[in-house]
């Protein structure tokens, strides 16, 4: 399909988007280096990849996460998680960008468990939540290794209906139930991420593609997202983030959200 302009947004030729992508990713590459470099002295490391943006072209230096696993010989103990805490937090104070560094810890026994929770750190915090089959296809599709083995060869394949079966959980379990609730859909996070993700879920079960943030912003207005919705959500992502009234932000929390729970209804048909 052809995919509109939007603004902030702009439609590259190829050769320029791959540049402008490459030079986001090098701002990324210190950070990434320091602790690539770091981790193996807490623990032995038998792979470390990225994957989500950062791997698949869409990196916002600042605005994107990086989403990281690393493989383990065994699931770390309390002692062990400490240590890559602690890690993790010396890093955000010598550089606040590395908050945004989220790493979850796979044990090499557990490879094949999509459902398994696994120790992370993410969002400043110390968790236990899976590498889901999302994630695992993103690796397998296009991760990035920063050391060790590839993905595919420590991860078994993720079978198109294993993948389908999982986003369509996550819909129904998951974000269904958010577009229920009207008021976390003041906060910009909820904007941003709701429909943006009903739209990737809808492209991953219909035409069996994942894709990257940028696409899915540009499908929006043929999806019948409200007028200018596309537009808010491009601008904290890419450009300058708009300035809302308190009424302005509470009639597009509205249209968000049933924007996002008619987009969910329709890919679980």
Do not use: N
């Not at 302009?5 to 050769?15: K, T």
């Not at 990281?68 to 010989?73: G, N």
């Not at 890559?84 to 010598?94: G, M, N, P």
């Amino acid at each position: 399909m052809t995919l509109p302009d939007l603004p902030h947004l702009p439609r590259l030729p190829a050769a320029e988007q791959a540049a402008a992508d490459a030079a986001q990713r090098a701002l990324a590459a210190p950070l990434l280096a320091r602790f690539a470099a770091r981790l193996p002295a807490l623990v032995p490391v038998r792979a470390l990849w990225v994957h989500g943006s950062l791997a698949y072209g869409d990196y916002r230096h600042g605005r994107s996460d990086l989403d990281l696993v690393a493989v383990l010989p065994a699931a770390p103990d309390a002692p062990l998680r400490g240590r890559i805490t602690a890690l993790h937090r010396e890093l955000i104070e010598q550089e606040p960008d590395a908050e945004r560094l989220h790493c979850t810890y796979l044990p090499g026994g557990a490879l094949g468990d999509a459902a398994a929770a696994h120790f992370t750190f993410a969002q400043g915090e110390p968790m236990d939540r899976p590498v889901t089959a999302v994630t695992r296809r993103e690796l397998l599709d296009g991760g990035t290794v920063l050391a060790g083995e590839r993905p595919g060869v420590l991860l078994p394949p993720v079978t198109d209906a294993e993948l389908h079966a999982h986003i369509r959980a996550d819909l129904r379990d998951y974000w269904y139930p958010i577009t229920a609730r009207p008021d976390p859909w003041r906060r910009d996070v909820w904007v941003d991420h709701g429909p943006v993700t009903a739209v990737r879920a809808t492209v991953a079960l219909c035409e069996g593609r994942l894709i990257a943030k940028r696409e899915a912003i540009s499908r929006l207005p043929a999806l019948g997202a409200p007028p200018g919705l596309a537009e808010d959500i491009a601008a904290r992502r890419y450009g300058v983030p708009p300035t809302l009234t308190p009424g302005e932000r509470t009639r597009r929390a509205e249209r968000a959200r049933l924007f996002t729970r008619t987009l969910i209804e329709r890919a679980l048909g």
